[in-house]
Nanobody
């Protein structure tokens, strides 16, 4: 199974950009980014496949967020989430997750399909 650590969160102003990095140790098939605001359900952001190609990006983030990273052939891989034109409503804890134990009908946007999660990194957008 994989081990996941996020970094790169912080306080930024509206309109700023921020890059989150997820370090995944161990083999995985897919790495996903999610976010969560207190009191709300965890929200899917984007997912990167084993070959380093984006496999899914939620519609609400298209044009602003970009996921990128290594193809997951190595025992340690980096997956980034570039977030542009951030707004206060983007304030949340951002989580990285790895899908490393095969299941039937894996859905990259479904949080419970992932088997390893990081601790999360706080992103705050405020003037």
């Amino acid at each position: 199974q994989a081990h996941v650590v996020e970094s790169g969160g912080g306080l930024v102003q509206p309109g700023d950009s921020l890059r989150l990095v997820c370090e995944v140790t161990g083999r995985s098939f897919t790495v996903g980014w999610f976010r969560q605001v207190p009191g709300k359900e965890r929200e899917f952001v984007a997912a990167l496949g084993w070959n380093g190609n984006t496999i899914s990006l939620a519609d609400s983030f298209k044009g602003r967020f970009i996921i990128s990273g290594d193809n997951m052939k190595n025992s340690k891989n980096m997956v980034s989430l570039q977030m542009n034109r951030l707004q206060p409503e983007d304030t949340a804890v951002y989580y990285c997750a790895a899908y490393s134990v095969p299941i039937v009908n894996f859905d990259p946007s479904r949080d419970f399909d992932y088997d390893n999660w990081g601790q999360g990194t706080q992103v705050t957008v405020s003037s």
